[in-house]
Structure formats: C-alpha cells, structure tokens
C-alpha cells in the first residue's frame, strides 16, 4: 500500500510529464497501486487548487487539435471521451468549434490535399482528398461536398482558359 506522501509525488510526476485528465491521473495513480481513497483526495486536491481543470485542458485539446492537424469536432470528441473528459466538458470544448469553422477548416486541408494531387487522374484525386478528410473525422456529406466544390473550381478554371 502507498503512503499519501508517496502518491502524491507519482501524482506530481504524472502531471509533469504532460497536462491530464482527472481520469487520466486516477489510471495512473491505479496502475501503480495507490488505493482508491487516497486517489480521490488527490483529485479532489488538485482540482481545488488548480492543478487539474478538465474543463480548461478539453478546451485547450480541442483548440490545438482542430487548428493544428485540421480534426473534426467528432474526431475531438472521441479523443476526449478516449482521455476521461467528462461529458459536459467535451460539449463546452467542441462548442468553441461550430459549423462554419469546420467547414472552412475542411476546405483549407482539401485544398491543400487536391493541389498537391493534381497529376493524377480524377478519380484517385477524389478518393485520396475524400479519405484525408474522412480520416480527420469530417462527415463524408462534407468531405464530398467539399472536394466536388474543388472539382467545380477546377473545371470553371478550365472552361475559361
């Protein structure tokens, strides 16, 4: 059994190495043997003093991932839900994203993709910029329209050269 003072400094070290979820720091305290009761003081500490704030670190999470590698809001989601986040801190966090972010923030990554793909035929363009998109999480209703809205682009260029 360890010592509060003991799980305390597994606690510290834990944190230290990166932000947690409350969740997160109760699997670590757990898979090293601390016991229950002393976990929760733990958490209940740390959250009163502001070492732990789920609500904070899912927004934060959900800010870097949707600006940085382009996620969706249900890609982030089910990160969130992967790491321990209460529900109610995954609805406050993804609510900082709405409709036209992630539309926009499709469009960029799709643009992206289809200009670097331009040699190839047609079809393995849409399939490769469709896939990108559906692996970050878009909705395929999104990654299609978005990709036939490219495709349009395309052909209107065409058309007036």
């Keep these: 059994m360890e010592s509060a003072e003991r799980a305390r400094e597994i606690a510290l070290r834990i944190l230290g190495s990166a932000p947690r979820s409350a969740e997160q720091l109760r699997e670590g305290l757990r898979?090293?043997?601390?016991?229950?009761?002393i976990i929760d003081e733990i958490i209940e500490?740390?959250?009163e003093v502001g070492l732990l704030d789920d609500a904070q670190l899912a927004a934060t999470v959900a800010r870097t991932r949707h600006n940085e590698r382009g996620a969706s809001r249900?890609?982030?989601?089910?990160?969130?839900?992967?790491?321990?986040f209460e529900?109610?801190?995954?609805?406050?966090?993804?609510?900082q994203i709405d409709d036209d972010d992630e539309f926009e923030r499709a469009r960029e990554l799709a643009r992206k993709r289809w200009e670097k793909l331009a040699?190839?035929?047609?079809?393995?363009?849409?399939r490769r910029t469709v896939?990108?998109?559906g692996r970050k999480g878009y909705a395929p209703g999104v990654a299609f329209g978005v990709?036939?809205?490219?495709d349009n682009a395309d052909s209107e260029e065409t058309r007036s050269l």
């Design 31 to 37: 898979k090293r043997n601390v016991v229950e009761p």
């Design 45 to 47: 500490r740390y959250v």
């Design 74 to 84: 249900r890609a982030i989601g089910a990160e969130l839900r992967r790491k321990g």
């Design 87 to 95: 529900q109610h801190d995954i609805d406050a966090a993804l609510s």
């Design 119 to 126: 040699g190839l035929d047609h079809e393995v363009r849409v």
């Design 131 to 133: 896939g990108m998109l």
């Design 147 to 150: 990709v036939k809205s490219l």
